[in-house]
């Protein structure tokens, strides 16, 4: 029996890899710059899915409000530090290359569709060596204002790109699981990304806890 998907695509941080490392340091960077104190990387975990700016809002209303008129040079800070900064800390999680391997091995395309900016999805999966491996890399301003996730316009652009066929989409959030659900390609939630509720509870089609589990599941759908 053939493999039952062309495609597969996958979020980047917290799907693909542990960013949350660098994420957070460059989050209390912008807030140090700002005479704020900086947060641990357990608060800024929940926080990270939407985008640098939001995240950088979420961290100054955690710690006294949103700066007016200096807020968008700290975002510009935010950003030049963690391009600089970006795989010191990140890694990938346990399980991913093999899974890429076997998928690589039944003729599946791989894929990466992100809230990140997409010079920077790029950047970062090239210091993790992933880069290569994937059809297409679309990023939260690769199509334009209004169509990164929860939105299903970078899904249903990523199967385009990829050639169409049947797809699946690994995410660590709501943003992914309701973009992939709306785009109409097979949702599934990993346990062990950058939570902000239970892994059950993000309406996703399935689940998985490891990647090990990644390919025997989507052989039996």
Do not use: W
Not at 39 to 64: N, S, W, Y
Not at 160 to 176: L, T
Not at 193 to 209: K, M, N, Q, S, T
Request: charged share 20%; with cysteine.
């Amino acid at each position: 029996m053939s493999f039952p998907f062309a495609i597969v695509g996958f979020d980047l941080d917290g799907t693909l890899a542990d960013t949350a490392g660098d994420l957070s340091a460059a989050v209390n960077h912008a807030l140090v710059l700002a005479a704020r104190a900086p947060l641990t990387e357990a608060k800024v975990r929940p926080v990270i899915g939407l985008g640098a700016r939001h995240m950088l809002e979420q961290g100054f209303a955690a710690t006294g409000g949103i700066p007016g008129g200096d807020f968008e040079r700290l975002y510009r800070e935010l950003l030049r530090f963690y391009e600089a900064h970006i795989a010191v800390h990140s890694r990938v999680f346990p399980g991913l290359i093999a899974a890429l391997d076997r998928l690589d091995t039944l003729g599946v395309k791989t894929a990466v569709v992100t809230n990140k900016r997409e010079d920077m999805a790029r950047k970062l999966l090239g210091e993790l060596g992933l880069a290569d491996r994937m059809a297409t890399i679309i990023g939260g301003d690769t199509l334009g204002a209004g169509n990164a996730k929860p939105s299903p316009a970078p899904i249903i652009e990523m199967v385009a790109r990829c050639g169409g066929g049947r797809a699946a989409f690994v995410g660590d959030s709501i943003y992914d699981v309701t973009a992939a659900n709306c785009a109409g390609v097979t949702s599934i939630a990993v346990s062990f990304g950058f939570l902000d509720r239970p892994a059950d509870e993000l309406d996703a089609d399935h689940v998985i806890d490891h990647f090990d589990d990644l390919v025997p599941l989507l052989t039996r759908l």
